[in-house]
């Protein structure tokens, strides 16, 4: 169970999850199916980029992860939309899940890149 709750991926998960439920749940918030796919597409990439490369554990891990503020910002964007933040006319729900696959294939390659660097 310890395990559990100190896994980032867990806590990715429960976190976009909680994103959809409170979707569901509370009527301001709305989160469109442009909106859902790009949370899906940034909490998918974090589960994964976090399953190749872990990196180091802790809160200072956490922190210094280029994953994670990656994550965070694609999230906060999401977040914020959903809560009725007017962005400009030209950014459209298409242009929005550009951005959100921009920043969930930046998580898997910064995972990738830490996991396969050559040894020197």
Do not use: H
């Amino acid at each position: 169970m310890k395990n559990l709750l100190t896994s980032r991926k867990f806590w990715s998960l429960a976190i976009a999850l909680l994103i959809l439920l409170v979707g569901v749940f509370y009527p301001a918030f709305q989160i469109d199916e442009e909106q859902t796919i790009g949370l899906v597409i940034i909490a998918a990439m974090y589960i994964l980029g976090v399953a190749v490369d872990p990196g180091p554990g802790g809160w200072r891990g956490v922190l210094a992860s280029r994953k994670f503020w990656a994550a965070a910002v694609g999230l906060l964007i999401i977040f914020t939309n959903a809560f009725g933040l007017k962005l400009p006319n030209e950014i459209t729900p298409e242009f929005m899940i550009y951005v959100c696959v921009i920043i969930g294939t930046y998580i898997g390659g910064v995972a990738l890149e830490s996991k396969f660097k050559p040894a020197q």
